[in-house]
């Protein structure tokens, strides 16, 4: 086993019972596989819905067969066994636990994480509520009746005061009223509440839904939950893996895995961004090793405090999304996904109207071109409906893309100093001294090549001289247009 028990959040954890919510999601997989290999948990207990007709059962083996716990695999099968499912929905009454379950999670849990929610920036405003705020008041009336519990974790995300443009490491007065939202969301028409006018109403100078109500969940955790043994962390953008569970690893494209997604098969060709604003990414292995500590610290805090961690990267160790920009570019021609559908080009825009237009030359217009052909030639049609959704990630992001936020690091700065040498060298969460950005993104890009696009490392050199040929191909359309351009422009002059 990969235990070091010397370190003392590992044996924080031993034999410890663990409630986690959220667990079939980005983090909540690394969570898990994390806990299962590094320390001696005695029992992992996931809240898991059914889903389109498939049993809580099933789903819970479908996670536990990703890829993402192939070394726990290797390591011993049988840590998988100390997984098991609970039937439930953040989004119901009681989060949809049945007396039984409820029972079970009463009188065994010890370290709650809730990482549950909807991170869907233009979710609808009452299903937002639903997940990011009813579901905070009812982990925290189940916490109440934990006859063990030790330590509450609550993942927040650091633009949940992204009207500010510093934010500290403190509880900021919420922009509504928790109880009062939720309330009105089970009354009033959802369709009107989730109308983009009332919307926009609501949430006030928030740039969407997901910012917005996990501002008010925090509001939620800091007056409900006193007097538990509570911490809050907040991540910025959360990336692939730095190290663990492997260099690379992610399971969406979601953030910035969508750009360079996008970028590296050459269907994104302009993205309205501003170049010297950073670019605050944090790999989810550093979120993780950061969200196993703080359960030992909250257990071993006074519970009158409600402390939050600002898990962030721009104010220690910045990237610039001009940096991403030139760097990543130059690491998607290195390592080329296979089967591109063109060579990575283009640029950023600082101007919104000149990236619409480059929008609708580069991303609509080849791809209603193509979609034509396909139907032409008796092939489905699938270019619009992927440049469609690019365009709606992209668009989602823009606030994120436009803008600058210093956040205060002083908690994580102080908690990494409190660790002990066996302690960092397994939960270490420290990106300033050993972390360079050239180095990640091409484990980034390599990441999504083998993770997401399943492509074999053996395809990479094929992929090369296939980019060699698109660079040729790309050169001469170039100069095509070009040469075109110059001579309707002659024809027009003359």
């Not at 028990?5 to 690394?30: E, L, R, W």
């Not at 996670?63 to 989004?91: Q, Y």
């Not at 640029?347 to 032409?376: I, M, T």
């Amino acid at each position: 086993m990969e235990v070091n028990n010397n370190s003392p959040v590992v044996q924080f954890y031993d034999n410890k019972t663990v409630f986690i919510t959220g667990a079939t999601g980005f983090m909540g997989k690394v969570l898990v596989e994390k806990l299962l290999r590094s320390t001696n948990i005695l029992k992992l207990l996931l809240l898991i819905r059914p889903k389109k007709g498939v049993q809580t059962e099933q789903r819970l083996q479908t996670l536990l067969s990703s890829s993402v716990f192939d070394r726990v695999r290797e390591i011993d099968p049988a840590l998988l066994e100390k997984v098991e499912v609970v039937d439930g929905d953040i989004t119901e009454e009681n989060l949809g636990i049945d007396e039984q379950a409820e029972r079970i999670l009463t009188e065994s849990v010890n370290v709650v994480f809730h990482c549950a929610a909807t991170v869907r920036f233009d979710e609808d405003l009452t299903k937002s509520v639903a997940m990011n705020v009813s579901a905070v008041l009812a982990i925290i009336d189940l916490a109440k009746k934990m006859k063990n519990l030790e330590a509450l974790v609550d993942v927040s995300t650091a633009y949940c005061n992204c009207d500010l443009k510093n934010i500290d490491e403190i509880i900021y007065p919420p922009p509504g009223n928790p109880r009062g939202l939720v309330d009105c969301c089970k009354w009033m028409d959802s369709e009107k509440l989730d109308g983009p006018e009332m919307t926009k109403i609501m949430i006030g100078n928030r740039p969407n839904t997901y910012t917005f109500t996990k501002a008010l969940a925090e509001a939620v955790l800091h007056t409900e939950g006193a007097g538990l043994p509570l911490a809050i962390i907040r991540p910025s953008i959360v990336t692939a893996a730095w190290k663990e569970p492997f260099p690379g690893w992610v399971d969406n494209f979601n953030g910035a895995t969508g750009v360079l997604a996008g970028a590296g098969a050459g269907l994104m060709r302009t993205l309205y961004c501003k170049r010297s604003c950073v670019a605050d990414m944090v790999p989810v292995d550093v979120c993780i090793n950061l969200m196993c500590v703080l359960g030992w610290k909250a257990a071993s805090q006074p519970a009158s405090t409600t402390p939050v961690y600002n898990c962030t990267s721009g104010g220690i160790n910045p990237i610039t999304w001009g940096q991403v920009e030139a760097w990543g570019l130059q690491t998607l021609v290195d390592n080329p996904y296979q089967d591109v559908f063109w060579y990575p080009g283009g640029s950023y825009k600082e101007n919104w109207y000149l990236n619409r237009f480059f929008q609708l030359l580069f991303h609509y217009g080849p791809a209603h071109c193509v979609d034509l052909l396909c139907r032409l030639s008796g092939r489905k049609p699938f270019l619009v409906k992927i440049s469609n959704m690019m365009q709606k990630s992209t668009k989602a992001l823009e606030p994120f893309t436009t803008n600058s936020w210093n956040w205060s690091n002083n908690n994580v700065v102080k908690l990494e100093g409190e660790l002990t040498m066996e302690d960092r060298a397994v939960f270490g969460f420290d990106i300033k001294t050993d972390f360079d950005w050239k180095e990640y993104l091409v484990i980034y890009v390599q990441g999504i090549r083998k993770f997401l696009f399943k492509s074999d490392p053996s395809t990479i050199p094929s992929s090369r001289r296939y980019m060699n040929l698109l660079w040729w191909v790309d050169l001469l359309t170039k100069g095509l247009f070009i040469t075109g351009a110059l001579y309707l422009l002659s024809i027009l002059i003359l």
